[in-house]
């Protein structure tokens, strides 16, 4: 599967700020968890490991984290979306030591009620930086997601590139490969 083409992503994602180039020690845009460095996750902006660009967003953990606790992570709710459509996700990770742990969308009602999650796995391995792709339908009653991007523990995970796009409008793409009414390969 070929990555989405940086023009694409730029025109149709919802996320900013996915290359993590923006910001000095934090990026923008993205949440960290825990909120506070702890020895089980801490978060930095890494300018000499990245993707594409000069920067990804890096989470490290020394040690386990605590039991009943969610994983390390990077973050960001109440993203806008519409019920029904379907979303690409898309992103480069690479890890160092740490068990791979995968990214996921959560799903909210109006009344922010909880109405699904779609988890999206890395591979096995990702010791050289590997890109993940994938679709995810989002609930017919959903107005707003969540988008985590998962670490695992006792190692780093570097993310880059990260792209969340919403369904093309397709009069703005007269003339690209369409397959089943949806943008084919050729133009990602």
């Not at 923008?28 to 909120?35: A, C, K, V």
């Not at 984290?65 to 969610?70: L, T």
């Not at 969308?105 to 779609?118: E, P």
């Not at 609930?139 to 796009?165: F, H, K, Q, R, S």
Request: with cysteine; hydrophobic share 35%; aromatic share 12%.
């Amino acid at each position: 599967m070929r990555p989405i083409a940086p023009e694409v992503s730029a025109l149709y994602t919802v996320v900013r700020n996915g290359g993590f180039e923006e910001g000095t020690d934090m990026p923008t845009f993205w949440d960290p968890f825990p909120p506070k460095p702890e020895k089980w996750g801490h978060h930095r902006l890494d300018r000499e490991v990245f993707h594409s660009g000069k920067a990804s967003g890096a989470v490290l953990s020394d040690e386990p984290h605590p039991a009943g606790k969610a994983t390390q992570q990077w973050m960001k709710y109440t993203v806008p979306v519409k019920g029904g459509s379907t979303l690409v996700f898309s992103y480069w990770i690479r890890i160092e030591r740490a068990r791979p742990i995968g990214t996921g969308c959560h799903f909210y009602r109006a009344d922010k009620g909880h109405v699904g999650f779609v988890p999206v796995p890395v591979p096995s391995t990702a010791q050289d930086w590997t890109y993940v792709r994938q679709d995810v339908p989002v609930p017919p009653d959903a107005v707003n997601m969540g988008i985590a991007l998962y670490a695992g523990d006792e190692g780093t995970t570097w993310y880059d590139d990260v792209a969340l796009l919403g369904t093309p409008d397709m009069t703005a793409t007269a003339g690209t490969p369409v397959i089943d009414g949806r943008l084919s390969d050729d133009c990602w």
